[in-house]
């Protein structure tokens, strides 16, 4: 006995109040690329940071003069 197969259905894109497809919740387009951008840049500057720091408190090297 065959099944029939389902065909594939595509959905339309979202679009905005004027028809414009959008991407996203508020319909930017990457509007919060820069913001993820700094934080993953603040993230790493800490865990650096964080690095240099416990290898010098445990090897007993002194960053100054």
């Given amino acids: 006995m065959a099944y029939p197969m389902s ?5 339309a894109p ?17 509007g919060g690329s820069w913001l993820k951008g700094l934080v993953t840049l603040i993230v790493i500057l800490v865990i650096i ?8 408190s445990y090897t007993g090297i002194t960053l100054t003069n």
């Avoid at 065909?7 to 959905?11: L, Y």
């Avoid at 004027?18 to 319909?27: L, N, Q, R, W």
């Avoid at 940071?49 to 010098?56: E, N």
């Fill in 7 to 11: 065909t594939k259905t595509t959905k």
């Fill in 14 to 30: 979202i679009t905005g109040g004027g028809g414009v497809p959008t991407s996203g919740p508020a319909g930017r387009s990457g």
């Fill in 49 to 56: 940071g964080g690095g240099i720091y416990l290898i010098a």
